[in-house]
């Protein structure tokens, strides 16, 4: 039998109604559509909103589609694996309420935690579950409720989050698709600039913790921004010299999206056009674990197989990295 190779079979995703836009949030903070769209390029956001409503339940409706639109029942899953920042609860893990919420009974599961490069360090995961022989059918969801840590008083966190969640099937294939190579980094000295303070074991939760607003998203901008520029630009363009790639022959950039400016600096170093570039930031804002499911199921229909696509991510952590896959199907 050939080389087994780990192939993305299927993508879904789902974004929730209610959509947040610049001018609403302008009436909210000292901020504007002109501020946000030129400094971040975000229009608007989806929010997850209603009592009870938590990461799960976007996750699980993510899934459902995956599976529905695959022809795959929820006995074949073997494994489901949750990259998430925003898990429903502490304990147990996200992936476990998703798995119980679709029916997926045979499969063990687990939740990632790499910040913003979660989903990617999580297809490197999946991926060496379905190289190792025994597992078949790994789904991987990305999902995120940043509404839930974003405060909504600071002009500087509040235009930049937003919520949802997309979900993929890894399966093995002895064909030359799938995920070809990966370069993934972490610098846990970045973690000053972007983490939030308080609500782990270092500083549980206390009436104290939450008048000084410490359940939220803590980021220092200029440093992450200066970081994310440089670690994303660099692990890309070494992907693409290692394996000749070049602005003609790469196919997409699919590049987490956290700020329209990082995504462009990285497409110039790669000097790529913006043809070859997903983003969709003006539409959902940063989702965190969901920017790259979310751009696949966008751009599926515009994908062929055999095409070449560069995943490049940075996050909390910091973590960064590439993965460079060759995709599977034609829808
Ligand atoms: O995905 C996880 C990794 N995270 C990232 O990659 C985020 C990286 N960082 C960034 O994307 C950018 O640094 C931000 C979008 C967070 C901020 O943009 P910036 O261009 O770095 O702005 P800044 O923080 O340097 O602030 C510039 C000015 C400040 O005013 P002064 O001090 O110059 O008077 C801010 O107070 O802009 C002000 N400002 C705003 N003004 C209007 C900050 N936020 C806003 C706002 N509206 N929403």
Known sequence: MGKINAAITGIAGYVPDYILTNDELSRMVDT???????????KERHLLKGEGKGTSDMGAEAVKSLLEKTGTSPDEIDLLICTTVTP?????ATANIISDKVGIKNAFSFDINAGCSGFLFGMSTASKFILSG?????????????????DYEDRSISPIFGDGAGAVLFE???????????????????????????????????????????????????P??????KGMADVSVEMMEKHNLTSDT???????????????????????????????????????????????WEWEKKLKKGDHLIFSTFGAGFTWGAIYLKWAYNS
């Open 32 to 42: 504007s559509d002109e501020w946000i769209m030129s400094r971040i390029g975000i």
């Open 88 to 92: 429903d609860m502490q304990f147990p």
């Open 134 to 150: 025994k597992y078949k059918k790994v789904v991987l969801v990305g999902a995120d409720k940043m509404s839930s840590i974003v």
């Open 172 to 222: 093995p294939t002895t064909e030359d698709v799938g995920i070809i190579d990966e370069i993934l980094h972490v610098d846990g000295a970045g973690r000053k600039h972007l983490h939030q303070k308080a609500g782990g074991s270092l500083k549980p939760p206390t009436h104290e913790t939450i008048d000084a607003r410490e359940h939220y998203i803590y980021q220092e901008g200029q």
């Open 224 to 229: 992450v921004f200066k970081a994310a520029v």
């Open 250 to 296: 790469l196919t997409w950039l699919v590049p987490h999206q956290a700020n329209l400016r990082i995504i462009t600096a990285t497409a110039h170093r790669m000097n790529l056009p913006p043809e070859k570039v997903m983003i969709n930031i003006e539409k959902y804002g940063n989702t965190t674990d969901g920017t790259l499911p979310l751009l696949l």
